[in-house]
């Protein structure tokens, strides 16, 4: 069944052909009659009503045009004055192209075969009314006037009904291709947007990974070589008094390769994370908190609980930069009010915990056994490369979060034996 008029009905066509066709059988009625009499006030006040009919119900009304229930009152009553003025005077069959002009324009299918097979049997009848209907030829004349009127007006109303519906399936087909266009451009854009991403996480995971091979190179073999030599002089001036003469050169070749050591380590230093090179990962942590904070309007509150170990400097970006990037997802997703950032020194490994008050979400989509959610906002790469960093530190990353209780990002990474050297 349709439920859609694809336009509004010509102006024209709906709002003047029908006065001009009441207007016309009025002149007609008019200079046919002998005088005034009864029956021509009647045919007459008959005429006043069905424009009234129309002017009340359709042209003073142009909103009621689209709704079905009030168009085809309109429409019987129209058809009911028209049989009334059919039944009078056979002329007004004249007046039937105006039920035909209402049924096709407002009526909504099927209520519109409807509305045309009332109009065509008024039609065939008022076309009949000169044959006699005293016998069964003409009858049966009657009624393949009035069967013909109707087939061939609902046959009209058939094609008008196909070329509708082919025009909805158009209209449907270029709605889903804009629909699909606008999902497609919005897929690309989002693409785009993780590609850029994608690329700069690289650039940020190279240039790291060169800076800690450097860091290892020099701790591993200058370092490594300067404490070596430092060992066996001493080891030498234990040993073995000095004699006088070489005190001094053997004085400066110590010094020289103490020095040489803590520039070593100056340089391994150096190619830490800028705010972990002049501070410990908890003062580094409530920087990157503080500048967050400041940023966002949203205060941050830091803890840092046990007692400080060294942890190697993989340790210390892994939970520095899982610390970021937690923030930036709170940022951009969870609409919190409240922040906390925990670090913790336990026993055997040191703990990182994010939590928000935000809207949390359902983590209905964690892949099994990682704990990791698919969020549609892009947070989903951020937590990859969280997992990656403190797995790969043989560490554990967790995330609980339930929709309206806020999120907590917990990850976990093992700590040196006492007395081992990073």
Same mark, same amino acid.
């Given at each position: 069944?349709?439920?859609?008029?694809?336009?509004?009905?010509? !102006?024209?066509?709906?709002?003047?052909?029908?006065?001009?066709?009441?207007?016309?059988?009025?002149?007609?009625?008019?200079?046919?009659?002998?005088?005034?009499?009864? *029956?021509?006030?009647?045919?007459?006040?008959?005429?006043?009503?069905?424009?009234?009919? +129309?002017?009340?119900?359709?042209?003073?009304?142009?909103?009621?045009?689209?709704?079905?229930?009030?168009?085809?009152?309109?429409?019987?009553?129209?058809?009911?004055?028209?049989?009334?003025?059919?039944?009078?005077?056979?002329?007004?069959?004249?007046?039937?192209?105006?039920?035909?002009?209402?049924?096709?324009?407002?009526?909504?299918? %099927?209520?519109?075969?409807?509305?045309?097979?009332?109009?065509?049997?008024?039609?065939?009848?008022?076309?009949?009314?000169?044959?006699?209907?005293?016998?069964?030829?003409?009858?049966?004349?009657?009624?393949?006037?009035?069967?013909?009127?109707?087939?061939?007006?609902?046959?009209?109303?058939?094609?008008?009904?196909?070329?509708?519906?082919?025009? /909805?399936?158009?209209?449907?087909?270029?709605?889903?291709?804009?629909?699909?266009?606008?999902?497609?451009?919005?897929?690309?854009? /989002?693409?785009?947007?993780?590609?850029?991403?994608?690329?700069?996480?690289?650039?940020?995971?190279?240039?790291?990974? /060169?800076?800690?091979?450097?860091?290892?190179?020099?701790?591993?073999?200058?370092?490594?070589?300067?404490?070596?030599?430092?060992?066996?002089?001493?080891?030498? &001036?234990? +040993?073995? &008094?000095?004699?006088?003469?070489?005190?001094?050169?053997?004085?400066?070749?110590?010094?020289?390769?103490?020095?040489?050591?803590?520039?070593?380590?100056?340089?391994?230093?150096?190619?830490?994370?800028?705010?972990?090179?002049?501070?410990?990962?908890?003062?580094?942590?409530?920087?990157?908190?503080?500048?967050? *904070?400041?940023?966002?309007?949203?205060?941050?509150?830091?803890?840092?609980?046990?007692?400080?170990?060294?942890?190697?400097?993989?340790?210390?970006?892994?939970?520095?930069?899982?610390?970021?990037?937690?923030?930036?997802?709170?940022?951009?997703?969870?609409?919190?009010?409240?922040?906390?950032?925990?670090?913790?020194?336990? /026993?055997?490994?040191?703990?990182?915990?994010?939590?928000?008050?935000?809207?949390?979400?359902? %983590?209905?989509?964690?892949?099994?056994?990682?704990?990791?959610?698919?969020?549609? *906002?892009?947070?989903? !790469?951020?937590?990859?490369?969280?997992?990656?960093?403190?797995?790969?530190?043989?560490?554990?990353?967790?995330?609980?979060?339930?929709?309206?209780?806020?999120?907590?990002?917990?990850?976990?990474?093992?700590?040196?034996?006492?007395?081992?050297?990073?």
């Amino acid at each position: 069944m349709s439920r859609k008029i694809p336009q509004q009905p010509p !102006f024209l066509l709906v709002n003047v052909v029908p006065y001009a066709l009441l207007v016309l059988l009025v002149a007609i009625l008019v200079i046919m009659a002998d005088g005034v009499d009864g *029956s021509l006030l009647v045919d007459l006040g008959l005429c006043g009503l069905a424009a009234a009919w +129309m002017l009340g119900m359709f042209t003073l009304r142009p909103g009621w045009w689209g709704r079905p229930r009030i168009m085809g009152v309109f429409v019987a009553g129209l058809l009911v004055l028209t049989a009334v003025l059919v039944a009078r005077q056979p002329a007004f069959g004249l007046f039937t192209p105006a039920a035909y002009i209402y049924s096709f324009t407002v009526l909504r299918w %099927p209520w519109r075969l409807l509305g045309v097979a009332g109009a065509a049997v008024l039609a065939g009848t008022a076309q009949a009314s000169g044959i006699p209907k005293t016998d069964a030829f003409g009858v049966a004349m009657l009624v393949t006037i009035v069967a013909f009127n109707i087939v061939m007006m609902c046959a009209c109303a058939w094609v008008l009904r196909v070329a509708e519906r082919e025009e /909805e399936r158009r209209e449907q087909t270029l709605e889903e291709l804009s629909r699909t266009n606008r999902l497609l451009e919005a897929s690309l854009a /989002e693409n785009a947007g993780l590609h850029a991403q994608l690329l700069a996480r690289a650039r940020e995971a190279g240039v790291l990974d /060169e800076r800690r091979r450097m860091a290892r190179e020099i701790h591993d073999t200058l370092a490594q070589g300067l404490t070596g030599i430092i060992a066996q002089l001493q080891a030498a &001036e234990q +040993m073995h &008094e000095v004699p006088a003469p070489w005190r001094r050169p053997f004085d400066a070749v110590k010094n020289l390769a103490r020095e040489s050591l803590a520039e070593a380590r100056r340089s391994v230093d150096a190619l830490r994370p800028e705010p972990l090179r002049t501070a410990r990962l908890s003062d580094a942590l409530a920087d990157v908190a503080g500048r967050w *904070s400041k940023l966002h309007g949203l205060p941050v509150h830091v803890t840092t609980t046990g007692t400080v170990r060294p942890m190697t400097p993989e340790a210390e970006f892994a939970l520095l930069r899982t610390a970021q990037e937690a923030l930036a997802n709170v940022a951009k997703h969870a609409h919190a009010t409240r922040v906390g950032v925990t670090l913790s020194y336990l /026993e055997h490994e040191v703990a990182l915990d994010v939590r928000d008050d935000g809207r949390g979400f359902e %983590p209905a989509g964690l892949e099994a056994g990682t704990a990791m959610p698919r969020q549609p *906002s892009g947070g989903g !790469f951020g937590l990859t490369i969280m997992r990656q960093r403190v797995e790969g530190l043989s560490g554990t990353l967790q995330i609980e979060s339930e929709p309206g209780l806020g999120t907590g990002i917990s990850a976990r990474v093992p700590t040196p034996p006492t007395g081992s050297h990073a």
